[in-house]
């Protein structure tokens, strides 16, 4: 269906590769096995655009895939069209089960930006900002209506993923730049704990690992024709002599939207990438790997990509091929052979290293005194626990001495004296059966008669 090739276009490009065209088969994969895939439909899984909304981004695009009136606007809107917000105002055309739906999504984003908001407001232990205050700084939805899907939504959502897009092949070569940095400064905090002749060997080592991995063949320069003849021959399997550049685009263009995306280029570097990288080897890094194949996709589109919608049509294909660079390009460096950063800047970085340690290092202290005020604090407990319990034990040793019993828990006495009653087991009323005196009398001591001697 034409909208499930232009939709992912549009979107791939402008709304964060929304549905993006569908992922590149890698090029060794025998090609007819590839269109009898596509021919019987078989649903192919989308890239990961890497945007922390993704999957926000795919749900609202699915549905509004299934709105007969929108997908039609879509098939027929330009790229500037997206970009203006003019398609963002066909929304208040989309039936109400859509409108609903959308609805929903959004409610259910909102909850899941609330709960990202309340775990770090957790981790930090800031309770002065608010939620909606920090919601503000999600810009892919209008957090002042948190109920209902707008067309202002649909917009800032297209600008936000455009925008977030364009700066996410930026953020990737300024996180190798970093991981490039830290490894130098690892190897070189490493050599500082070694003694002269291990250093020394170690240097020795990482040279001939450099040397090791700069020595492979020849890279072809990316999209050039020697380049793409490598792959009609080697991964197509076809006669070089007879590279047709029309039909190598179809070839390669797996979904048969009309396009080479930028996953479909991507597959067309593997085999010069194999060239340099092997996972196997030692002195070879697979994250380099990846910043190579994203170097060579960047060139390409810069290139090819005359609009600079981040897609190749064929009509854009075909005028490369006619230009001189694409028979005689200049060679092409790797990235072995090329300075990733400056002394100036590894200083730098180091030092920012350092300042992180030096922060890390006086919150350990922190906690470390915290934890010791802790352990303090128990220890004082304990020898007071200790101390009451010393006293109680004294006290009870001087009542047995005294000939007092000890007392229990609530003051009662733990046994009875002989001869003594408990309260409650004594007679209720004098010996021999007789009642109680009133109040006032005395009763009179009775007369011992064992005792009594009776004389003649």
């Not at 065209?21 to 060794?28: C, K, M, R, T, Y």
């Not at 299934?66 to 203006?84: N, Y």
């Not at 700069?214 to 991964?235: F, N």
């Amino acid at each position: 269906m034409k909208w499930q090739s232009v939709l992912p276009q549009h979107c791939i490009l402008l709304i964060s590769c929304l549905l993006m065209a569908l992922e590149a088969v890698p090029i060794d994969i025998d090609k007819t096995k590839v269109k009898e895939a596509h021919a019987e439909g078989e649903k192919v899984e989308n890239p990961d655009t890497g945007l922390y909304y993704d999957e926000y981004l795919r749900q609202v695009i699915d549905v509004l895939e299934t709105d007969k009136h929108f997908r039609e606007k879509l098939q027929t809107a330009d790229i500037e069209e997206i970009k203006s917000g003019k398609l963002s105002r066909e929304l208040d055309l989309v039936s109400h089960h859509v409108r609903t739906r959308l609805d929903e999504l959004k409610r259910q984003e909102v909850a899941r930006l609330r709960m990202l908001i309340k775990a770090k407001m957790d981790s930090v232990q800031d309770t002065g900002l608010d939620h909606q205050t920090l919601l503000k700084q999600f810009e892919h939805l209008n957090h002042q209506n948190p109920d209902t899907f707008e067309p202002k939504d649909l917009d800032m959502l297209i600008k936000a993923a455009t925008s977030d897009l364009e700066n996410y092949d930026k953020t990737r070569h300024e996180e190798f730049k970093k991981y490039e940095m830290m490894k130098e400064h690892e190897r070189r905090e490493y050599l500082k704990t070694l003694d002269e002749e291990k250093r020394q060997r170690e240097e020795s080592k990482f040279e001939e690992m450099k040397k090791k991995h700069g020595d492979h063949p020849k890279v072809h320069h990316p999209g050039s024709k020697d380049q793409l003849k490598e792959v009609w021959e080697e991964a197509d399997g076809l006669d070089p002599n007879e590279f047709d550049p029309k039909t190598f685009f179809k070839l390669h263009d797996v979904n048969n939207d009309g396009f080479l995306d930028e996953q479909e280029l991507e597959a067309l570097f593997t085999k010069e990438l194999e060239k340099v990288y092997d996972p196997k080897n030692e002195e070879d890094d697979m994250v380099e790997m990846e910043e190579e194949r994203l170097r060579m996709r960047e060139h390409v589109m810069n290139e090819v990509d005359v609009n600079k919608d981040r897609l190749v049509t064929m009509e854009e294909f075909l005028r490369a091929t006619e230009k001189k660079e694409f028979l005689e390009p200049d060679s092409w460096e790797t990235l072995d052979q090329q300075q990733l950063f400056t002394e100036e800047e590894l200083k730098e970085f180091e030092s920012h290293i350092s300042q992180q340690e030096d922060e890390l290092r006086k919150k350990a202290e922190d906690l470390q005194k915290q934890k010791e005020e802790l352990q303090r604090q128990h220890d004082q407990l304990q020898a007071q626990k200790q101390e009451f319990q010393q006293v109680v034990k004294q006290m009870e040793q001087k009542k047995l001495q005294q000939g007092n019993p000890p007392a229990g828990p609530a003051g009662e006495l733990k046994f009875q004296p002989p001869g003594e009653h408990k309260v409650g087991d004594a007679p209720s009323h004098p010996a021999g059966g007789e009642q109680p005196l009133p109040p006032g009398h005395v009763q009179e001591p009775a007369v011992r008669t064992d005792h009594v001697q009776v004389h003649p």
